[in-house]
């Protein structure tokens, strides 16, 4: 491995992480809150189960296990600034719709509002605390998915780490016999 | 909501697996294989863990759990096509590292081989099995980390499903207080 430099093991999540940032939000008596997220993985495609790790440092954590449902919102790279400001107060002490000026709108299935400005918005329910105290990690069923049809090429933002975000401008299409890469 | 559109559940995973296509590497009893894999999250900083689903149905499975280890390697969009190829053939009848030309090079801890023309290398051990029989995840450790310095621009490829891939061409930086968005 000459031609190679070893990596910080500190610095590895920068490598893996650029899915798309997504935005939670979670609601429990009358109050809602959302929480900008970057760790989080498909598990099934049918019914769609995403596993995802949330801080016991966070008000989310608490607002999720309490209320087993939540809604994650995909958001555009003109949300920008709001994502990182999302990210940087806690919902303990400010209510983050108002102050970001983000507007809820009510789901379908669960309680917690999906965000109007985002460009997809699942509703999910929690359905496996297995990992929860060990690793912070929650399974949820997407139970309801809405996408904004008029937003014909989303641009999502991928976190690097320390506010630096990758943004897709390019695709290409490569031809695949198998429908996905991924494991069914 | 009546500006959005009810979204197929069954292509949920196309709004939220763009993490880069990684391609996992195993070996057992003198034979390596390479699978290309997008359903991943990063767990937890130091150590890292990654957590991982490789479905039951590919021979990566049985190699990953027989070994205990394995190495995920990050390729660049000059990889393309070899990931493509990489996952519509299985490594039970073909020698994927000699029939796309891809150089196994020799890791410092694990036994399954880094993949020289890939941007970073990951030695991983597995380390937690307790999700492998219902959900086919897989809890890994980073135990070391290789990243190829010449490539100041890494141009990673993200997975929109049906061979369909963003490639992240634009860089944004914003400040955020916090060194990450994610949960620590």
């Known amino acids: 491995m000459a031609k190679n430099r070893e990596f910080p093991l500190a610095q590895v999540y920068r490598l893996l992480e650029p899915g798309p940032v997504l935005l939670v ?51 555009t790279v003109e949300l920008a600034k709001k994502v990182v400001a999302c990210g940087n107060v806690s919902g303990r002490s400010v209510d983050k719709f108002k102050k970001f000026n983000l507007t809820p709108v009510a789901g379908a299935v669960v309680k917690a509002p999906l965000i109007a400005e985002c460009y997809a918005n699942l509703e999910c329910k929690l359905v496996d605390r297995k990992l929860v105290t060990k690793y912070n990690f929650f399974i949820l069923e997407v139970v309801k998915a809405w996408i904004d049809p008029r937003q014909k090429r989303p641009r999502t933002m991928h976190h690097r780490g320390e506010g630096v975000f990758l943004v897709p401008d390019r695709m290409i299409k490569l031809p695949s016999p198998k429908t996905s890469l991924l494991p069914k």
């Open 25 to 75: 939000t979670t609601a429990r008596s009358g109050r809602a809150n959302v929480m900008p997220m970057s760790w989080y993985t498909m598990m099934e495609f049918v019914p769609p189960l995403v596993g995802c790790v949330i801080s016991n440092q966070n008000h989310t954590f608490e607002m999720l296990r309490a209320s087993g449902e939540c809604v994650i919102n995909v958001p």
